[in-house]
C-alpha cells in the first residue's frame, strides 16, 4: 500500500504563513477602506453635480430661450431676536419694533442670528420676470466661529417668477453637531439627540460660503460658491449670461469656407 | 512501480509563489490606480459651466461682426485651427467691448486685457481624418511640438520683442519672454482633453461645418483649475 506523507509542517512554517496572509489581508483592507470612503465622496459629489446642473439649466434655459433684457441685485439683511427665534424680522421691522417697545418701555429686541438674502430680479424679453434668492445664516462652528450659538445652519436658494418660486433645498451630504460652549478642544455634540444642549447647533457639511453677483458691463454673473469640508471650495454654481444681446440676422451672415 | 513524490511543497517553493502572486496583484493595483486620476481630470471636461460659456462664445463667432481677419484664412485648412480673438469682431464697436467682457466673465484662459491670445480655438467641425492629407486636423496640430511663439512669429526674438512691447511687461521682464516663448502653444492638458474627444466622423445634426474649443482658468473663490468645453458652430 502507499504510503502517505504524514511529515505535516513545521511550527515555522505555518507562523510564516500566517504572518505572510495577515500582513496581504491589512494590505488589501487599507485599500478597500479607502475605496469605500471614496465612494461616499463620489456619491456626495453626484448629488452636488445633480444639484448643480438641474439649477444652472433652469436659469440659462430662461436667459437663452426667452432672453434677459435686465437685471438688477440686491443684497439684504434679516434678523432672528432673542424674544421669539422663529421669527425673522428684517432691519426695518427691528427697528420699528423696537421704537414700539421703546415707547412702551419694554425691553428691546436684539439681533442672535443674521441671515443674508441676496436677490437678482431678472426680466425676460416676453415681458416676464424672474427671481432668484439665496439665502444664508451661519451656524457657530469651526468654520465659522462668528456664526449664531442659538439658530442652526440656514441655506437656500429659490427661483422662478415672483408669484411661483420653487425652492431648491441644498443636497443632503452630512452634518455635525457643534457646540461653543463645550469646555473640550473638539466640542463635537450629538444634534440627533432629542436631550441635546441648547447650545448645541447643527453644521451642514455643505454650505453656501460664498456669494458674487455682478450685473455690470451688460453680463449678469452669478457665483454661489458651496463649502465641503471634503471639497473645500471646489463646487459652485456659475451662471453667466448677456443682458440685452441681440446676434445678427442669419440672413446678414457669410458663411466661410475654410 | 514507479514511487510517488509525496514530500508535499517546501518552505522555498511556498514563499516563491507568494511573492510571485503578490507581485502580480501588485502590478494590477497599481495598472488600476491611474483610471482614478483620469476619472478626476475628466470632471473638468465639457462640465455645465463650460457647456454655457461655449455656447456664449459660439454666439460671437456665428454673428456676422465676427470674421477671420485676411491673411489667416487659410490657418484652418493649413494649421487645423485659428485662434478667436476678440479684436477681430470688427462690425460693430458694441459687440467687440461686449466680446472682452465676455471673455473675461467666462474665465477664459490666457486673455489680454483686449480679449485676444484667449485659448480659444476654432476647428472644423471634424477632429481628425487619417483619410484626408489635404488639409491639418485638429487633432494632428497637437501632436506637433508647436512653440508659442511660432503661431505668429518667425523667431523668438521677434516673440520676445513684441512680449516686451506689451504694457504688462517691462524690459527686465525678458527672462519671462523668453521662457514663454519657449513653451508650447498647447498645454499638456489641452492636449488631453482633446486627445480625449472623439473624431467627430458623422456628420452635425445641425449641419455645423466647425466647432471652437476652449479652455477656462477657474479662480473664483480661491480656486485654481482648468476646465474644457467644445461646441459646434455654423458659420
Known amino acids: 500500500m502507499k504510503r502517505l506523507n504524514n511529515k505535516g509542517i513545521t511550527t515555522i512554517e505555518v507562523l510564516i504563513c500566517f504572518v505572510i496572509v495577515v500582513t496581504i489581508t491589512i494590505s488589501i483592507y487599507t485599500a478597500v477602506a479607502g475605496f469605500n470612503e471614496r465612494k461616499t465622496l463620489e456619491g456626495y459629489k453626484e448629488k452636488i453635480y445633480s444639484y448643480k446642473n438641474l439649477l444652472t439649466k433652469e436659469m440659462q434655459d430662461d436667459f437663452i430661450k426667452k432672453g434677459l433684457t435686465s437685471a438688477r441685485y440686491e443684497k439684504e439683511y434679516y434678523y432672528y431676536a432673542n424674544e421669539d427665534l422663529n421669527k425673522l424680522y428684517s432691519e426695518q421691522e427691528l427697528k420699528e419694533e423696537n421704537a414700539s417697545r421703546e415707547a412702551e418701555s419694554l425691553p428691546t429686541l436684539s439681533p442672535v442670528a443674521t441671515k443674508t438674502v441676496y436677490k437678482v430680479y431678472c426680466t425676460l424679453k416676453d415681458g416676464s420676470e424672474r427671481v432668484l434668492e439665496i439665502e444664508q445664516l451661519f451656524a457657530a462652528s469651526s468654520y465659522h466661529l462668528g456664526g449664531s450659538t442659538l439658530k442652526d445652519d440656514e441655506f437656500m436658494i429659490r427661483y422662478g417668477s415672483p408669484d411661483d418660486m420653487i425652492d431648491w433645498d441644498l443636497p443632503e451630504v452630512g452634518y455635525s453637531g457643534y457646540n461653543p460652549n463645550l469646555n473640550t478642544s473638539a466640542k463635537d455634540c450629538d444634534v440627533d439627540d432629542p436631550y441635546r444642549s441648547g447650545y448645541c447647533r447643527k453644521v451642514q457639511d455643505l454650505s453656501i460660503n460664498n456669494v458674487i453677483i455682478s450685473t455690470t458691463d451688460n453680463i449678469l454673473s452669478i457665483y454661489i460658491g458651496f463649502y465641503h469640508p471634503e471639497f473645500a471650495s471646489r463646487y459652485a454654481i456659475n451662471v453667466v449670461s448677456p443682458i440685452n444681446y441681440s446676434s445678427s440676422d442669419d440672413d446678414t451672415i457669410s458663411n466661410w469656407n475654410y | ?235
Not at chain 2, 484664412?73 to 458694441?94: A, Q
Not at chain 2, 480659444?120 to 471634424?126: K, L, N, Q, S
Not at chain 2, 513684441?162 to 523668453?178: I, P, R, V
Not at chain 2, 452635425?204 to 479652455?215: F, G, Q
Open chain 2, 1 to 235: 512501480m514507479k514511487k510517488i513524490n509525496s514530500s508535499g511543497f517546501v518552505m522555498a517553493e511556498t514563499l516563491i509563489v507568494t511573492v510571485f502572486l503578490t507581485v502580480i496583484f501588485a502590478m494590477l493595483y497599481s495598472s488600476f490606480l491611474p483610471f482614478a486620476g483620469e476619472y478626476e481630470k475628466r470632471e473638468n471636461y465639457d462640465n455645465i459651466d463650460g457647456k454655457y460659456a461655449v455656447y456664449w462664445i459660439k454666439r460671437i463667432i456665428e454673428d456676422s461682426s465676427y470674421n477671420i481677419p485676411s491673411g489667416k484664412e487659410n490657418y484652418i485648412k493649413e494649421r487645423g485651427y485659428i485662434r478667436f480673438e476678440c479684436s477681430d469682431v470688427t462690425g460693430d464697436d458694441e459687440k467687440r467691448a461686449f466680446c472682452i467682457n465676455m471673455v473675461r466673465s467666462l474665465q477664459v484662459s490666457g486673455c489680454d486685457k483686449y480679449g485676444d491670445k484667449c485659448d480659444i480655438f476654432i476647428t472644423r467641425y471634424r477632429l481628425n481624418n487619417v483619410n484626408d492629407s489635404s488639409r491639418k486636423w485638429f487633432k494632428e496640430a497637437m501632436k506637433d511640438d508647436t512653440k508659442k511663439y511660432q503661431e505668429n512669429y518667425d523667431s523668438v526674438e521677434d516673440y520676445v520683442a513684441d512680449c516686451l512691447t506689451d504694457t504688462a511687461h517691462t524690459s527686465s521682464d525678458s527672462e519671462y519672454c523668453n521662457t514663454e516663448a519657449e513653451k508650447r502653444l498647447f498645454s499638456s492638458g489641452f492636449r488631453d482633453y482633446v486627445f480625449f474627444l472623439p473624431e467627430y466622423t458623422a456628420k452635425s445634426l445641425n449641419y455645423a461645418n466647425y466647432r471652437v474649443i476652449a479652455r477656462f482658468h477657474n479662480r473664483k473663490d480661491n480656486n485654481n483649475y482648468y476646465s474644457y468645453a467644445t461646441i459646434e458652430v455654423s458659420r
